[in-house]
């Protein structure tokens, strides 16, 4: 099974701060990983998929870029409505495994 | 509106079964191939189970091979998960979600989940 790490597990930031948040596979996975958001009593809400391509309705702060093992997720200027875990999830073989999530918290 | 909601969570015994469904509706659901993910109390993601629009392909988490069954039913928009020998790690709030685009392969994307149904294993 593909093994999926994120760093770092848990992030202070301010409002306004670059933040970007970091998924490595334990192998290549091309470009097939997904990155959503979960806010607390929340269901997951899909931010990124295929490394980059933004879901609709999802502000353009947000982007994905990287292939192969390691992948990242940027937001371009925090907004207060932003603090919350955001999960990789890997779609390039079965079983889809997710990494263990970043807790972004207000600084 | 892509609506999906999940019942059929409880509070069960060690070894026992529960079935969850999972109501679709706002799309045409056998276009769209769909996945059940878990959250322990506390902790992460799980990706648990998938299957394809015309309910050929079911995939499975190694944690609940041979344990669990995804099905579906297209004339009742719904999806179902069949847990058997539930053990206590199995306890979570489960959701359905929904592959973004109507494609014959299984993606595993979740592009609109549900709110979730609790599971409960315990003696």
């Known amino acids: 099974d593909i093994q999926m790490t994120q760093s770092p597990s848990s992030l202070s930031a301010s409002v306004g701060d670059r933040v970007t948040i970091t998924c490595r596979a334990s192998q290549s996975i091309a470009t097939y990983l997904n990155w959503y958001q979960q806010k607390p009593g929340k269901a997951p809400k899909l931010l990124i998929y295929?490394?980059?391509s933004l879901q609709s309705g999802v502000p353009s702060r947000f982007s994905g870029s990287g292939s192969g093992t390691d992948l990242t997720l940027t937001i371009s200027s925090l907004q207060p409505e932003d603090f919350a875990t955001y999960y990789c999830q890997q779609n390039y073989i079965s079983p889809y495994t997710f990494g263990q999530g970043t807790k972004l918290e207000i600084k | 509106e892509v609506q999906l909601l999940e019942s059929g969570g409880d509070l069960v015994q060690p070894g026992g079964s529960l079935r969850l469904s999972c109501a679709a509706s706002g799309f045409t659901f056998g276009s769209y191939a769909m996945s059940w993910v878990r959250q322990a109390p506390g902790k992460g993601l799980e990706w648990v189970s998938a299957i394809s629009g015309s309910g050929g392909t079911t995939n499975y988490a190694d944690s609940v091979k041979g344990r669990f069954s995804i099905s579906r039913d297209n004339p009742k928009s719904t999806l179902y998960l069949q847990m058997n020998r539930l053990r206590v790690e199995d306890t979570a709030v489960y959701y359905c979600?929904?592959?973004?685009?109507?494609?014959?392969?299984?993606?595993?994307?979740?592009?609109?989940w549900g709110q979730g149904t609790l599971v409960t294993v315990s003696s």
């Open positions: 979600a929904k592959d973004p685009s109507p494609i014959v392969v299984v993606t595993a994307i979740g592009a609109d």
């Open positions: 295929a490394a980059s």
